[in-house]
């Protein structure tokens, strides 16, 4: 084929598979005259919550928001306990301690989420919540996180920023727990075209809570009965949403196949390739493989960049050893597990309008590597 970069992420193929949907949608949303809190909202929120069989969807102002917000309306806070996977994206971890909680970091299992058989070791006298994290769009093992919440009373918090349309056992991830927390992030399988996210719940309280809190801590205008935030998804990204999600089943599919395709064509025994529990069904946000050591990845990521080839790495710096979290006192070595993950991971590309033909010149060269 003739060489062009392939890049680990393409939002301008993902742009052109549906383009006149999209900028009908923006155009019907920027003629309506009303941008925040209008109809176009109001029907995604329904149209997801249906799409996700749960019984309220909020929309948010970004993923980030989604995490510290639900945390907050749970009445978790200051120096309040919350476990979480050590190998996660930063943003999970924030969100726990924006609301002045300390992150209590396990170590994650063979499909890169946190391993539920290291979760109660963890429990305190202090612990209120589970975050569990559906990394790379690969369902966490959720029967087993469920039934520690039950018996331990503890809120359980997803974070689904990699998981829209990803199920656990025939049940859809941000419906486990109290809350499931959406990133609409423009490089997400459901993204937006700016920032945005979104909760999942199944209480009328919460959702009334979600909603006043969203709004400045208002139910009506200028009543204003607690300290809440500006955190709306407006009517221009509500409305690319539902055009997405519309196509999401579709573009679920095609990702899939894509990782089908590198499942059978990567057969170099340097890599190892990403898995799924039996009975799940993943939706490969990043199709993530491991290099053997880091040194390795590293020879790696140059030698496909010489062939055209994008990757990125997913992530290369864990929480517990950030500068942002060295207050709380974490060293290299304290999770073992979570620093080689970060040593070797590498997402290779994988989106929404990714041809066959430069997946099979992706796979060729991993294979002569």
Known sequence: ?????????????????????????????????????????????????????????????????????????????????????????????????????????????????????????????????????????????????VDICNRHKLALVEDCAQSHGASFHGQMTGTFGDVGCFSFYPTKNLGAFGDG???????????????????????????????????????????????KLKHLDEITAKRQMIAKRYDEGITNPKFMLPKVRTGCSGVYHQYVIRAEDKEQRESLIEYLDERGIGTIIHYPIPPHLAEAYRYLGYRGGDFPITEHYADTVLSIPMYNGYTEEEQRYVIKALNEF
């Open 1 to 145: 084929m003739e060489q062009t970069k392939i890049m680990p992420n393409n939002l301008l193929r993902d742009f052109e598979q549906y383009q006149k949907e999209f900028e009908d949608a923006a155009l019907l949303a920027l003629r309506s005259g009303w941008y925040i809190l209008g109809e176009q909202l109001c029907s995604f929120e329904e149209q997801f919550a249906a799409y996700n069989h749960a019984k309220y969807c909020v929309g948010l102002a970004s993923g980030l928001d989604a995490l510290w917000i639900a945390f907050r309306v749970l009445g978790i806070g200051e120096g309040d306990e919350v476990i979480v996977q050590a190998n996660t994206y930063i943003a999970s971890v924030m969100g726990i301690t924006i609301n002045g909680a300390v992150p209590v970091f396990v170590e994650p299992d063979d499909y890169y989420g946190i391993d539920a058989d290291r979760i109660e070791e963890k429990i305190t006298g202090r612990t209120k919540a589970v975050l569990a994290v559906h990394l790379y769009g690969i369902p966490c093992q959720m029967d087993k996180i």
């Open 197 to 243: 996210g979104a909760v999942l719940v199944g209480s009328d309280e919460l959702d009334a809570r979600f909603r006043i809190f969203r709004n400045y801590g208002s139910e009506e205008h200028y009543k204003n009965i607690v300290v809440g935030a500006n955190s709306r998804l407006d009517e221009i990204q509500a409305g690319m949403l539902k055009v």
